[in-house]
């Protein structure tokens, strides 16, 4: 079974430039998050998705940063423009909702994004 | 305010030693997860708990959730250079919820 996959792996771009990272979750599962990831600290969520609809995007900066995931499947995040403090790596997990009170979450290698 | 924190930071040891890592909080979680994760790729589940006092083995590895499902420790024996890379706990205040993280041990094991 594929995992969570992501792209670009890596991306560079210039302060101010706008970016977009992609994410296809394991086939089947209905929750996708988004996590921001700096060196050396634990991934922090962004937002959470329940099939196409974004369930908790407290923790999303949006005036530049945007999501979306068109008919619950594949997932897009967006920044515009993006600042120097945006480098980070960006994560997706996907999770699907079983009979258990746990949901084990399954991440993507990651999108490392630096900001010059 | 940092829900769960983990210690040490950082743990550079030696292969064949025994180590402990740390995840504390003041608040309740109804299950609280452990994950490591290599350079360049996504952190990977290790294990699940749920029952307050739960204790699981994974090989070397020996997870405990506390009693009042407020922290866990995990203990690794006869470390290996394999083991390296960075630990993450994670908690859940309700199932179905997203994951809180801590910010993580990076342990290091030299042979």
């Known amino acids: 079974e594929a995992g969570v996959v992501q792209s670009p792996r890596y991306k560079i771009i210039e302060k101010k430039q706008p970016v977009a990272f992609w994410c296809n979750p394991i086939?089947?599962?209905?929750?996708l998050y988004w996590y921001l990831q700096n060196l050396g600290q634990g991934p922090e969520l962004l937002i959470r998705?329940?099939?196409?609809?974004?369930?908790?995007d407290s923790q999303l900066p949006k005036d530049r940063f945007s999501a979306e995931r068109l008919k619950g499947v594949d997932s897009t995040l967006k920044i515009q423009p993006a600042e120097l403090g945006d480098s980070a790596v960006y994560l997706c997990?996907?999770?699907?909702?079983?009979?258990?009170?746990?949901?084990?979450?399954?991440f993507g290698p990651g999108t490392r994004l630096t900001v010059l | 305010t940092q829900l769960l924190e983990q210690s040490p930071q950082f743990l550079s040891i030696q292969e064949g030693e025994n180590l402990t890592v740390y995840c504390n909080s003041s608040?309740?979680?109804?299950?609280l997860q452990w994950y490591r994760q290599e350079p360049g790729e996504g952190p990977v589940l290790l294990v699940t708990?749920?029952?307050?006092?739960e204790v699981k083995k994974l090989k070397r590895l020996t997870f405990q959730f506390g009693d009042a499902r407020k922290d866990s420790s995990l203990h690794i024996t006869a470390a290996q250079p394999g083991d390296t890379g960075l630990y993450l706990c994670?908690?859940?205040?309700?199932?179905?919820?997203?994951?809180?993280f801590g910010k993580g041990t990076t342990l290091s094991v030299s042979s």
């Open positions: 994670a908690g859940a205040k309700q199932a179905g919820t997203a994951l809180i």
């Open positions: 708990v749920v029952t307050g006092g």
């Open positions: 997990a996907s999770s699907s909702r079983g009979s258990s009170s746990t949901d084990t979450q399954y």
């Open positions: 086939s089947g599962h209905n929750t």
């Open positions: 998705y329940e099939n196409e609809e974004a369930v908790d």
């Open positions: 608040s309740v979680f109804s299950s």
